[in-house]
Protein backbone atom coordinates (compact mmCIF):
# COMPACT_ATOMS: atom_id res chain seq x y z
CA UNK A 1 0.00 0.00 0.00
CA UNK A 2 1.33 3.32 -1.00
CA UNK A 3 2.20 6.12 1.82
CA UNK A 4 0.25 8.67 0.84
CA UNK A 5 1.61 12.37 1.68
CA UNK A 6 0.99 14.37 4.51
CA UNK A 7 -0.64 17.73 3.83
CA UNK A 8 1.13 20.88 4.85
CA UNK A 9 -0.76 23.42 6.81
CA UNK A 10 0.97 26.11 5.53
CA UNK A 11 0.40 24.94 1.45
CA UNK A 12 -3.16 24.05 2.63
CA UNK A 13 -4.39 26.72 4.36
CA UNK A 14 -4.14 30.35 3.32
CA UNK A 15 -4.87 31.64 7.03
CA UNK A 16 -1.68 30.35 7.83
CA UNK A 17 0.23 33.38 5.88
CA UNK A 18 -1.30 35.63 8.54
CA UNK A 19 -1.22 33.30 11.74
CA UNK A 20 2.34 32.57 11.90
CA UNK A 21 3.84 35.37 11.04
CA UNK A 22 1.69 37.22 13.92
CA UNK A 23 2.79 34.62 16.04
CA UNK A 24 6.36 35.06 15.30
CA UNK A 25 6.02 38.79 15.90
CA UNK A 26 3.86 38.34 19.51
CA UNK A 27 6.67 35.82 20.36
CA UNK A 28 9.51 38.61 19.55
CA UNK A 29 7.49 41.65 21.15
CA UNK A 30 7.29 39.33 24.42
CA UNK A 31 10.88 38.54 24.64
CA UNK A 32 11.75 42.22 24.14
CA UNK A 33 9.50 43.43 26.95
CA UNK A 34 11.01 40.86 29.00
CA UNK A 35 14.93 42.06 28.11
CA UNK A 36 13.91 45.69 28.20
CA UNK A 37 12.43 45.58 31.74
CA UNK A 38 15.79 43.81 33.09
CA UNK A 39 18.14 46.04 31.10
CA UNK A 40 16.02 49.43 31.51
CA UNK A 41 15.26 49.57 35.06
CA UNK A 42 18.63 50.36 36.58
CA UNK A 43 17.88 53.91 34.04
CA UNK A 44 14.17 54.05 34.89
CA UNK A 45 15.01 54.57 38.62
CA UNK A 46 18.43 56.53 37.91
CA UNK A 47 15.87 58.81 35.74
CA UNK A 48 13.05 59.02 38.23
CA UNK A 49 15.59 60.30 40.41
CA UNK A 50 17.12 62.96 38.48
CA UNK A 51 13.40 64.30 37.56
CA UNK A 52 12.16 63.85 40.68
CA UNK A 53 10.68 67.81 41.86
CA UNK A 54 9.84 66.78 45.27
CA UNK A 55 9.92 69.97 47.39
CA UNK A 56 11.41 68.46 50.32
CA UNK A 57 14.43 67.84 47.81
CA UNK A 58 15.15 71.45 46.85
CA UNK A 59 18.52 73.31 47.73
CA UNK A 60 17.69 75.95 50.69
CA UNK A 61 19.68 78.88 50.96
CA UNK A 62 20.33 78.56 55.15
CA UNK A 63 22.73 81.32 55.45
CA UNK A 64 20.51 84.09 53.98
CA UNK A 65 17.48 82.84 55.95
CA UNK A 66 19.96 82.74 59.36
CA UNK A 67 19.68 86.56 59.53
CA UNK A 68 22.70 88.39 60.76
CA UNK A 69 25.73 87.04 62.81
CA UNK A 70 28.05 88.55 65.46
CA UNK A 71 31.32 88.21 67.21
CA UNK A 72 31.65 85.18 65.71
CA UNK A 73 29.79 83.25 67.27
CA UNK A 74 25.93 82.94 67.62
CA UNK A 75 23.35 84.91 66.34
CA UNK A 76 22.51 88.67 66.84
CA UNK A 77 20.44 89.21 69.56
CA UNK A 78 23.74 89.24 71.93
CA UNK A 79 26.78 89.92 72.29
CA UNK A 80 28.48 86.81 74.40
CA UNK A 81 30.03 84.38 72.35
CA UNK A 82 27.73 81.35 72.27
CA UNK A 83 29.93 78.28 73.38
CA UNK A 84 27.74 75.57 72.38
CA UNK A 85 24.90 74.77 70.69
CA UNK A 86 21.90 72.09 70.76
CA UNK A 87 22.53 69.86 67.41
CA UNK A 88 18.51 69.47 67.54
CA UNK A 89 18.49 73.16 66.98
CA UNK A 90 19.93 73.94 63.62
CA UNK A 91 18.61 72.68 60.71
CA UNK A 92 21.05 70.15 58.89
CA UNK A 93 21.61 71.20 55.63
CA UNK A 94 21.10 68.64 52.36
CA UNK A 95 22.48 67.87 49.41
CA UNK A 96 22.52 71.30 47.64
CA UNK A 97 22.08 73.31 50.15
CA UNK A 98 24.03 77.17 51.07
CA UNK A 99 25.03 76.91 54.75
CA UNK A 100 28.04 78.85 55.07
CA UNK A 101 30.48 81.63 53.35
CA UNK A 102 34.42 80.89 53.57
CA UNK A 103 37.05 83.44 53.45
CA UNK A 104 40.97 83.24 53.87
CA UNK A 105 42.95 86.04 54.85
CA UNK A 106 46.03 87.29 52.53
CA UNK A 107 43.94 86.05 49.88
CA UNK A 108 41.19 86.88 47.87
CA UNK A 109 39.17 83.49 48.66
CA UNK A 110 35.59 84.88 49.87
CA UNK A 111 32.92 82.41 48.07
CA UNK A 112 29.68 80.55 49.18
CA UNK A 113 29.34 77.26 50.63
CA UNK A 114 27.13 74.50 49.83
CA UNK A 115 26.88 71.02 50.82
CA UNK A 116 27.78 68.18 48.59
CA UNK A 117 30.33 68.22 46.11
CA UNK A 118 29.08 67.58 42.66
CA UNK A 119 29.73 69.34 39.67
CA UNK A 120 26.94 71.32 39.79
CA UNK A 121 27.84 72.21 43.54
CA UNK A 122 31.01 73.56 42.09
CA UNK A 123 30.38 75.35 39.57
CA UNK A 124 28.55 77.97 42.12
CA UNK A 125 31.27 77.94 44.90
CA UNK A 126 32.86 75.83 47.34
CA UNK A 127 31.51 72.15 48.09
CA UNK A 128 31.38 69.67 51.29
CA UNK A 129 32.68 66.40 51.18
CA UNK A 130 30.01 64.14 53.36
CA UNK A 131 30.72 60.75 51.65
CA UNK A 132 31.63 59.77 55.45
CA UNK A 133 30.97 59.47 58.66
CA UNK A 134 34.39 60.79 59.58
CA UNK A 135 33.37 63.88 57.63
CA UNK A 136 31.38 66.84 59.07
CA UNK A 137 30.41 70.72 59.51
CA UNK A 138 32.04 73.28 61.49
CA UNK A 139 30.97 72.76 64.72
CA UNK A 140 30.77 68.70 65.23
CA UNK A 141 34.56 67.93 66.03
CA UNK A 142 35.15 66.25 62.82
CA UNK A 143 37.04 67.02 59.84
CA UNK A 144 35.88 69.36 57.53
CA UNK A 145 37.03 69.15 53.70
CA UNK A 146 36.13 71.59 51.81
CA UNK A 147 36.93 71.26 47.74
CA UNK A 148 36.60 74.44 45.20
CA UNK A 149 37.78 74.75 41.17
CA UNK A 150 41.37 75.99 41.00
CA UNK A 151 40.54 78.31 38.22
CA UNK A 152 37.58 80.28 39.97
CA UNK A 153 36.74 80.21 43.78
CA UNK A 154 39.78 78.52 45.15
CA UNK A 155 42.34 79.90 42.26
CA UNK A 156 43.63 82.68 45.32
CA UNK A 157 44.12 79.96 47.86
CA UNK A 158 47.88 79.78 46.10
CA UNK A 159 48.51 82.39 48.19
CA UNK A 160 47.04 80.94 51.44
CA UNK A 161 50.18 81.53 54.02
CA UNK A 162 51.02 79.13 57.58
CA UNK A 163 49.17 81.30 60.16
CA UNK A 164 46.54 82.66 57.82
CA UNK A 165 42.88 83.09 59.57
CA UNK A 166 40.30 80.94 57.61
CA UNK A 167 36.61 82.31 58.32
CA UNK A 168 33.41 80.29 57.70
CA UNK A 169 30.33 81.74 58.63
CA UNK A 170 27.43 79.23 59.21
CA UNK A 171 23.67 79.51 59.24
CA UNK A 172 24.02 78.61 63.26
CA UNK A 173 27.70 80.38 64.00
CA UNK A 174 31.07 81.75 62.74
CA UNK A 175 34.29 79.84 62.80
CA UNK A 176 37.76 80.43 62.47
CA UNK A 177 40.51 78.04 61.99
CA UNK A 178 44.52 78.86 61.45
CA UNK A 179 46.21 77.50 58.47
CA UNK A 180 49.03 75.09 59.80
CA UNK A 181 50.62 73.87 56.23
CA UNK A 182 49.68 73.70 52.60
CA UNK A 183 51.00 70.60 50.45
CA UNK A 184 51.25 69.13 46.92
CA UNK A 185 49.72 65.61 46.53
CA UNK A 186 48.55 63.36 44.12
CA UNK A 187 44.67 63.35 43.97
CA UNK A 188 44.99 59.56 45.03
CA UNK A 189 47.19 59.91 48.31
CA UNK A 190 45.15 58.30 51.60
CA UNK A 191 47.42 60.68 53.44
CA UNK A 192 46.28 63.74 52.39
CA UNK A 193 43.15 63.47 55.16
CA UNK A 194 41.99 61.21 58.00
CA UNK A 195 38.58 61.22 58.61
CA UNK A 196 39.09 59.01 62.16
CA UNK A 197 39.90 62.28 63.73
CA UNK A 198 37.85 63.24 66.56
CA UNK A 199 39.32 66.89 66.63
CA UNK A 200 37.76 69.51 64.56
CA UNK A 201 40.06 70.25 61.59
CA UNK A 202 39.72 71.69 58.35
CA UNK A 203 41.12 70.89 54.77
CA UNK A 204 40.44 73.07 51.62
CA UNK A 205 42.10 71.18 48.56
CA UNK A 206 41.69 72.45 44.76
CA UNK A 207 43.47 71.03 41.56
CA UNK A 208 46.97 71.82 41.08
CA UNK A 209 48.53 73.68 39.13
CA UNK A 210 46.44 76.49 39.38
CA UNK A 211 46.27 77.46 35.58
CA UNK A 212 45.52 74.14 34.62
CA UNK A 213 42.04 73.57 32.72
CA UNK A 214 40.47 69.88 32.76
CA UNK A 215 42.04 66.72 34.72
CA UNK A 216 44.98 67.29 36.80
CA UNK A 217 46.46 64.24 38.83
CA UNK A 218 47.68 66.96 41.46
CA UNK A 219 45.69 68.62 44.65
CA UNK A 220 46.65 71.80 46.07
CA UNK A 221 45.79 70.77 50.05
CA UNK A 222 45.76 73.62 53.09
CA UNK A 223 45.34 72.32 56.41
CA UNK A 224 44.01 74.25 59.41
CA UNK A 225 43.79 73.53 63.09
CA UNK A 226 40.08 75.14 64.85
CA UNK A 227 40.32 78.50 66.76
CA UNK A 228 36.85 79.43 67.68
CA UNK A 229 33.30 78.57 67.30
CA UNK A 230 30.40 77.36 68.58
CA UNK A 231 30.13 73.28 69.45
CA UNK A 232 27.55 71.66 68.39
CA UNK A 233 26.20 69.84 71.15
CA UNK A 234 24.69 66.25 69.98
CA UNK A 235 23.53 65.26 73.73
CA UNK A 236 20.81 68.53 73.62
Known sequence: ??????????????????LVP???????????????????????????WFFDNSSSAQPQDLLAEAGT?????????TETPVKSIPFSS??????????????????????????????????QGVGTYMESSGAG?????????LAGH?????????????????????HYGVYTYEVTETKILDYQDASA????RTDENLILYTCYPFDALGFTTDRFFVY???VSGPVLDKNS
Open 1 to 18: MPHSKRKSFIRNSPLAYL
Open 22 to 48: LGLAAATIVLLAALSFTLLQPYQMMFG
Open 69 to 77: LMDGQGTAT
Open 90 to 123: ITYPIVGDRYAAITVSGTNVDAPVYYGDTNKILN
Open 137 to 145: LPGEGKTIL
Open 150 to 170: NNTFFNDLQHAKVGATVTITT
Open 193 to 196: YDFT
Open 224 to 226: AQY
